[in-house]
């Protein structure tokens, strides 16, 4: 009996084998590592240097030494939701006006956010973008000075890769341009923490950065995304992207970035989220951390190989059409995602035939009831309804195997086959006579 | 890749090609529409003990998540409904899916319904369901999927018949038969359908679910129309109109007796009493004969006119029907004997049918039938064999003369092959 081939790892990447072995032991072994970090004895204490490894790892990927500047959340919607959430609650409590400026093709963690700050009186300008996904920077520049010109705070939340797409905006030119035009509060790391210099740092800053780096932790180069976020005042991050568990993330929140705790009943995270810590997701994120740190080049290498092989042989099946193509046609920045959709293949049909023959892609985004709506995303950039609803996204992960792309090469274009025979003959079966007169 | 994952569909799979067992659906492939209820659960039950490789699909047909903080809306294609699908499915031991189908069925279903209620008809939203969104859909899902069948859980039966081809039968339970429904299937249709519980009746179905360990065993019946909030009609096309489409009229009798206005013929349909008070109290006042018994006997869409009338105004000899489709085709070239049903809560009942020269059908009852409604289905049966059917177009005029009498000689239907 084979095994399903697993090739949705931006929805899940499947536990690192480090991680399952680590985290088995410790919960056979009962290990003090999983206790309650805030109990004041032996274990307690262990638990907690958990926590401590846990932050000083991350601060190595997003390149911030100042542990304490993270909040370990329930994943990054938790984080993406503190960051602007408070953000918005402290503008308010300080007199100012908020503004909120994303991407349309943000995750709809930060979308579904943003309208609802919007529907509490917070300013939102959406930023489209265009067909290949890219970010319309003159409109972006412009809600920056409609900001200025109001007299608005703002945050705006764009994300380092797209969790769908795979592409990524050109962030570091555009986060250089904020600092230089709509400075002068852009923070400056200081290893003098003194309440009163920081002040001084940061006053009269108006406008803040908040990167979504949920997906590119990790499969993105390291050096990159530490340059990224070394101009951002958030950054949202989660584990199970990379291959640690679902249910723990994190807000790296700059000392200085308005923050305001969703969550209240407890001294946990320094107030800023109540609340007992995730610990065997903490573990499990630590150990993640700790084989990207040793492996990541040659994870992302492999990956790459994987993505460009796919790329290379879909290409080649008839009607198969890639979203995201880079301007030098090279696939999406995200090195392990393409998305595409096969002309002669509508609806899910396609997502469908693959999962009844244990290939499991994924397509659109689910609803309440489980059925697939069109991708936002795709929608945002400019594909009809239809392309949107029968697109699919191909993902690979760390493990997945050379064996397992070629079997998912074969089975692709057996399914698109019968589809396209079976669209052939779709006239046979409609009914002969017309509804109601 | 992580050692638990296993392919969720292999044993499935492994169960149907097992050459032992010489299974009526080995090695062949079927989609099963599950609606949530019992009748779908069974079958695909029923189907997956027979062999087949079963795949279970349910459509949603209205996007519940606007409902979600309140009532879920209707009684079918539920987010209740989908879960309850779901957990058959597990149980069963086959994939799930649940499809989008909201804008076919917006289109094709809702926008109809509203449509006909404006202009004076009561439509039948479930058959119009049943022929352009829920088969149209299998059949091509089916398709795409590779799969042989579809199968619902619809009481009616099919056979091939050497002489007939595929031919549509009532179901063994007369009390549940909703070949009604189905009139309007194809050949090429029907060849490829399954109706897993067809020979059994409504509590043998319930039996089998608890033998089955289905969770909706004890469900109860769907009833009301799916889409429509609390059955409330008039308020649901209220929601889904311009005020300019719900012009407002009179309320007369056939005679022009004026004796009210009312707020939109589509709060009224054929046969109904209820609601008509002030009406009423003025045609008493007018010293109106049959004044306690009058009800709807006729709706004008045009000049906006609902038509009071005594009860005996509403029966009717015979009626007009269009857009016809014959599943197995009779010759009725010259006037047959069949029966017709010409709502889904009536019996059967004897009648002639004729087809005229644009392919519309003329039927005349033997006996007179109450309130006939423009916008229901008329479905044409030989006995227990449904011969397709149409949309009721209009009552027809019979004079007395031209009445079939029970004891006419008309021959039965005989077939065109």
Not at chain 2, 76 to 89: G, N, P, T
Not at chain 2, 205 to 229: M, N, T, W, Y
Not at chain 2, 399 to 411: G, K, L, Q, T
Request: overall charge neutral; aromatic content about 8%; proline content about 5%.
């Amino acid at each position: 009996m084979r095994r399903a081939i697993y090739l949705d790892c931006n929805a899940s990447h499947p536990l690192l084998e480090g991680v399952r072995k680590g985290l088995a032991d410790a919960i056979l072994q009962s290990s003090p590592l999983l206790g309650n970090p805030s109990s004041i004895h032996a274990d307690g204490q262990q638990a907690k240097r958990v926590f401590a490894e846990l932050r000083t790892s991350l601060g190595r990927f997003v390149g911030r030494a100042e542990n304490d500047e993270f909040v370990l959340t329930s994943g990054a919607t938790e984080a993406l939701n503190l960051a602007v959430r408070g953000f918005v609650r402290s503008r308010r409590a300080a007199g100012r006006s908020a503004r909120l400026i994303a991407s349309t093709v943000e995750h709809s963690a930060v979308l579904d956010t943003v309208r609802a700050m919007q529907g509490e009186g917070a300013k939102l300008d959406l930023i489209a973008v265009d067909a290949r996904g890219a970010l319309d920077e003159a409109a972006f520049f412009a809600a920056l000075e409609a900001a200025r010109a109001e007299d608005d705070d703002a945050l705006a939340v764009l994300q380092v890769a797209n969790n769908e797409t795979g592409v990524a905006f050109d962030l570091e030119p555009l986060l250089a341009r904020v600092y230089r035009d709509f400075g002068p509060g852009r923070v400056v790391p200081v290893a003098n923490k003194s309440r009163k210099s920081r002040f001084q740092e940061t006053w009269p800053q108006s406008v803040w950065v908040c990167l979504d780096a949920a997906q590119a932790l990790g499969k993105l180069d390291d050096s990159k995304l530490r340059r990224l976020t070394g101009s951002a005042d958030y950054v949202a991050l989660c584990a199970h992207k990379m291959g640690g568990p679902t249910g723990i993330g994190a807000l790296w929140a700059r000392a200085s970035s308005p923050l305001e705790p969703l969550l209240t009943g407890g001294t946990q995270e320094r107030r800023r989220r109540a609340g007992t810590p995730n610990t065997l997701g903490a573990f499990g994120w630590l150990l993640a951390l700790r084989e990207w740190a040793s492996m990541g080049d040659g994870f992302r290498r492999k990956l790459r190989a994987q993505q460009r092989k796919l790329f290379d042989a879909l290409g080649k099946v008839p009607g198969v059409v890639f979203h995201g193509v880079g301007p030098d046609g090279a696939p999406p920045e995200l090195p392990n995602t393409l998305n595409l959709h096969v002309e002669g293949c509508p609806e899910e049909s396609l997502v469908l035939a693959l999962d009844l023959g244990g290939f499991l892609v994924s397509s659109g985004s689910a609803c309440n009831s489980g059925s697939l709506k069109p991708s936002h995303v795709l929608t945002a950039m400019g594909y009809p309804r239809e392309i949107a609803l029968s697109s699919l996204r191909v993902c690979v992960g760390v493990e997945t195997s050379d064996e397992e792309v070629e079997a998912f090469l074969e089975a692709f274009a057996a399914k698109v086959e019968q589809i396209r025979a079976a669209r052939a003959r779709a006239a046979e079966f409609l009914p002969v006579v017309e509804g109601s007169p | 890749m992580d050692p638990t994952k296993k392919n969720p569909y292999a044993s499935a799979a492994a169960a149907s090609t097992n050459p032992k067992q010489a299974l009526p659906g080995a090695g062949k492939k079927v989609v099963v529409a599950m609606s949530g209820g019992v009748d779908s659960a069974v079958s695909a039950a029923i189907l997956k003990r027979q062999g087949y490789d079963v795949i279970g699909i349910a459509l949603q047909t209205t996007d519940y998540s606007k409902y979600l903080n309140n009532d879920s809306g209707g009684t079918c294609c539920s987010v209740k409904d989908m879960e309850d699908a779901r957990r058959v499915s597990e149980k069963v031991g086959i994939p799930f899916y649940v499809l989008d189908t909201e804008r076919t069925f917006d289109s094709a279903v809702v926008d109809y319904f509203v449509n006909d209620y404006l202009q004076g008809r009561t439509p039948n939203p479930c058959v119009m369901c049943n022929t352009k969104v829920k088969f149209n859909h299998l059949y091509r899902k089916a398709m795409d999927l590779g799969a042989d069948y579809i199968a619902t859980g619809h009481y009616a039966k099919v056979s091939k018949e050497p002489d007939l081809g595929y031919c549509l039968w009532r179901s063994t339970d007369s009390n549940k038969d909703q070949t009604y429904f189905l009139f309007n299937l194809t050949q090429r249709q029907l060849e490829r359908t399954l109706f897993p519980v067809g020979h059994l009746t409504k509590p043998e179905v319930r039996k089998l679910a608890e033998e089955f360990g289905l969770s909706v065993a004890e469900k109860p019946d769907s009833q009301e129309i799916c889409f429509v909030p609390g059955n409330d009609y008039a308020k649901f096309i209220e929601t889904r109109t311009a005020p300019s489409q719900r012009r407002p009229g009179h309320i007369v009798t056939a005679h022009k007796d004026v004796l009210g206005t009312h707020e939109g013929i589509f709060r009224y349909t054929i046969g109904q009493r209820k609601g008509l008070g002030a009406a009423l109290d003025r045609a008493k006042q007018l010293g109106l004969p049959d004044a306690e018994s009058l009800a709807v006997v006729k709706i004008d869409p045009i000049k906006a006119l609902v038509v009071l009338g005594p009860e005996r105004d509403l029966d009717q000899w015979g009626l007009l029907v269009t857009n016809v489709n014959f599943i197995v085709a009779p010759d009725l070239r010259m006037p047959r004997r069949i029966q017709v049903k010409v709502r889904y809560r009536s019996q059967l009942v004897e009648a002639e049918a004729k087809m005229l020269g644009d392919g519309r059908v003329e039927v005349r009852f033997v006996q007179p039938q109450r309130a006939i409604t423009p916008g229901q289905a008329c479905v044409f049966y030989d006995g227990n064999l449904c011969l397709g059917g149409g949309w009721i177009h209009e009552t027809l005029h019979v004079d007395a003369s031209d009445r079939p009498s029970a004891e006419d000689n008309i021959p039965a239907a005989a077939f065109r092959t």
